[in-house]
C-alpha cells in the first residue's frame, strides 16, 4: 500500500525523528511505495515558522538539500524492501513562491512533488486559531479567505501541475464547518477541472483525522464531487515522524468503503527516473490492511 506525504524531525522542525525512521517504520507495517516529500525552503524570515526562528533562510536551503541527499541514501539502501519516492511539498506564500520552486527543481531532481497550498496573506493557515483568524480578517471573513485560498491553489496547479495534490480542502481546518458557497464551489469545480486536464493525483489525507476533522482530506461533499468528475486519488499519511506512519489507516480503510473507491493509483520509477502512475485495483480488499492492524 501506500503513502506519498510525509516529513521528519530531521528536515523539518515541526515534525519528530530520523528520516531513516520513518523509512523503517513503514517497512514494518508493510507499505510497498512510500513518498518523502519535506517542505521546499521558504526565502523569507517572516514567512519562517517559530519552531524555525533560530534559523535563517540560506540554513533551510541547506537542510533542504541534505535531506535530499540522505532521501536518494536511503532509497537505495533499501530499495529492496520498499519503493522510496524522493519528493517535495511545495509552498505558495508570495508572489515569487513559484518562480523560486522552478528553480529548485531545476538544481535538485525530484521524483515528484505535492501540490500544496498553506498561507493565504502571507498568514499560515494550519499552524493555530490566531494566524487562521489573522488571515480570515485579512481577505475580509471566512469566504473571501475560502475563494483565496482555492484561487491560490489554481495558480499553484496550472504553474506547478503537482502529481499528487496536497490536503486539498485545508482551508477548513479551523472551520470546519463553514458553507460553501456558490462562488467557493465555483472555484472548487474550476480547480478539480484543472487536475483533471493534467491527470493529477489528489490525495486523500488521513491527517486530517488527527486534526479532529469528521473525514479525511478531502471532505466528503468534496470528494463525493470528484468521485462524479473521476478524479484519481491516492493515499497519504502525512506523517511527521516515525510515530505518524499509516496513522490513522484503519479509518482510511473504513472511509474507503464507505464511500467505494476501489481504485487508487500510485507513482512507479523507472531506473532511468522516469515516473509513471500505476492503478491499484481492488483496493479495499488489499492484503495490507489486515496485516496493519496486527502490527498497529
Not at 520498499?82 to 535538485?108: K, M, N, W
Request: charged letters at 25%.
Amino acid at each position: 500500500m501506500i503513502s506519498l506525504h510525509s516529513h521528519s524531525g530531521q528536515h523539518c522542525l515541526h515534525a519528530k525523528g530520523k528520516l531513516e525512521e520513518v523509512v523503517l517504520r513503514a517497512i514494518e507495517l508493510g507499505f510497498d511505495t512510500y513518498g518523502l516529500s519535506e517542505h521546499v525552503p521558504r526565502s523569507r524570515l517572516q514567512d519562517l515558522y517559530p519552531e524555525e526562528a533560530a534559523l535563517t533562510c540560506e540554513e533551510l536551503a541547506r537542510m533542504f538539500k541534505e535531506y535530499v541527499v540522505e532521501a536518494r541514501r536511503l532509497q537505495a539502501k533499501y530499495a529492496d524492501s520498499i519503493t522510496i519516492l524522493v519528493g517535495a511539498e511545495t509552498e505558495l506564500i508570495h508572489s515569487e513562491s513559484l518562480d523560486e520552486l522552478d528553480q529548485l527543481r531545476a538544481a535538485v531532481p525530484l521524483d515528484y512533488l505535492v501540490g500544496s497550498v498553506h498561507h493565504v496573506a502571507g498568514y499560515a493557515l494550519d499552524f493555530d486559531v490566531p494566524r487562521y483568524r489573522e488571515a480570515e480578517a485579512a481577505c475580509g471573513g471566512a469566504e473571501g479567505l475560502f475563494c483565496a485560498y482555492f484561487d491560490a491553489q489554481e495558480e499553484m496547479l496550472r504553474r506547478v501541475q503537482p502529481l499528487v495534490v496536497g490536503h486539498f480542502d485545508l482551508v477548513r481546518l479551523f472551520n470546519p464547518n463553514c458553507t460553501l458557497s456558490e462562488d467557493v464551489w465555483t472555484r472548487i469545480r474550476r480547480n478539480v477541472d484543472t487536475i483533471l486536464a493534467y491527470d493529477g493525483l489528489v490525495e486523500i489525507n488521513s491527517r486530517a483525522w488527527k486534526k479532529g476533522l469528521q473525514d479525511a482530506y478531502p471532505q466528503r461533499d468534496i470528494l463525493q464531487y470528484m468521485m462524479t468528475r473521476g478524479v484519481k486519488f491516492t493515499l497519504s499519511d502525512d506523517s511527521h515522524g516515525p510515530a505518524d506512519v499509516g496513522m490513522h489507516y484503519d479509518k482510511l480503510h473504513s472511509y474507503l468503503i464507505e464511500m467505494n473507491i476501489k481504485t487508487v493509483y500510485r507513482p512507479i520509477r523507472a531506473p532511468d527516473g522516469t515516473v509513471t502512475t500505476q492503478t491499484i485495483e481492488n483496493t479495499q480488499e488489499h492484503p495490507f490492511w489486515m496485516a496493519l492492524r496486527s502490527r498497529v
